[in-house]
């Protein structure tokens, strides 16, 4: 349904895609992750057509995005991180609005219409002016926009941020619900836990490039079941990486004056030797942190930082 293949977006000499790659098909929810200056709301603007590549192929349901851009935005939806809404308008008009742009027309707008907005939850505020909703209902109907024409492709970019818990339970159920209906999904998102519980496949984006790819399954494996030990204090990063070379099974990723990061097995087990080993070369430990395996440890054991910084 979507592949990107050497994708490549240059502003002068900055980079803001550097090479990405990946397919997502049909009834798949594919996940962009990666922290804000990633890469991902600019790989999405050139799948849609709002961006020309620098270089790179796109293709949506087999058309070509820059050759062919009218015949792929035909089957696309996409829910901007930016909420696109007239706040003057009502929610029926808002739908009425852009339904009206992808093409449809009544009596087959005005019952999708009805559709979305029970779909959403918002029926019962139709005619509202906008202006009068939450901010967790702005993304509902932001999202219901997104759909109203019923695309074969729908792309959402960090549909969830700002948003209150309850809707956002809603909004990754309305996700989900479009997956199962056939549509293929590209999801962005800098919340790891978000692209745990939805996605079938992801890449982990960083600085413009996929870094990792795959199921859950194998970006775990990646990790090989290992944990992530963060601790805080005073250390002499060249002695601290010395001592730590002399435990067998440990991985420095990241030392400097004020941290360590490391990846080993079994890491609670093995504090009394880490601890011991870090004293002899002279520094002190004012605080631990333990992460099991996930895939913000994969994204920390991949780049030597956390996903939100």
């Known amino acids: 349904?979507?592949?990107?293949?050497?994708?490549?977006?240059?502003?002068?000499?900055?980079?803001?895609?550097?090479?990405?790659?990946?397919?997502?098909?049909?009834?798949?929810?594919?996940?962009?992750?990666?922290?804000?200056?990633?890469?991902?709301?600019?790989?999405?603007?050139?799948?849609?057509?709002?961006?020309t590549p620098t270089s790179g192929h796109l293709r949506v349901m087999g058309h070509d995005v820059v050759r062919d851009g009218t015949a792929a935005r035909r089957t696309l939806g996409v829910v901007p991180q930016e909420i696109a809404l007239y706040d003057e308008l009502s929610a029926e008009e808002n739908l009425g609005y852009w339904g009206g742009v992808q093409g449809m027309r009544d009596p087959v707008l005005g019952r999708r219409i009805q559709a979305v907005l029970e779909l959403t939850g918002l029926l019962d505020r139709a005619r509202e002016p906008v202006k009068r909703f939450s901010g967790g209902m702005k993304r509902r109907l932001n999202f219901a926009c997104g759909i109203v024409h019923q695309p074969k492709v729908l792309m959402l970019d960090e549909p969830t941020v700002g948003v209150d818990p309850q809707s956002r339970v809603r909004l990754l159920e309305l996700v989900r619900e479009q997956a199962k209906s056939g549509a293929c999904v590209l999801y962005t998102t800098h919340y790891m836990e978000e692209a745990e519980a939805l996605c079938d496949r992801l890449a982990v984006v960083d600085h413009g490039k996929i870094i990792a790819q795959g199921t859950l399954?194998?970006?775990?494996?990646?990790?090989?079941?290992?944990?992530?030990?963060?601790?805080?204090?005073?250390?002499?990063?060249?002695?601290?990486?010395?001592?730590?070379?002399?435990?067998?099974?440990?991985?420095?990723?990241?030392?400097?004056?004020?941290?360590?990061?490391?990846?080993?097995?079994?890491?609670?087990?093995?504090?009394?030797?880490?601890?011991?080993?870090?004293?002899?070369?002279?520094a002190e430990v004012r605080g631990t942190t333990l992460t099991q395996p996930s895939l913000e440890s994969l994204f920390i054991k991949l780049t030597g930082k956390e996903l939100r910084e």
């Open 217 to 282: 399954a194998e970006l775990r494996a990646m990790l090989a079941e290992h944990d992530l030990l963060r601790l805080q204090g005073s250390f002499r990063p060249e002695a601290a990486r010395e001592a730590l070379r002399r435990i067998d099974g440990i991985e420095v990723l990241q030392a400097d004056e004020s941290q360590l990061r490391l990846s080993l097995a079994a890491a609670s087990r093995r504090l009394p030797q880490i601890f011991s080993a870090l004293a002899e070369a002279g």
């Open 1 to 51: 349904m979507i592949e990107v293949a050497e994708l490549r977006k240059s502003y002068g000499d900055l980079a803001a895609v550097d090479g990405v790659s990946f397919t997502a098909r049909t009834g798949e929810i594919f996940g962009l992750l990666g922290p804000n200056g990633a890469g991902k709301t600019t790989t999405i603007g050139c799948i849609s057509g709002l961006l």
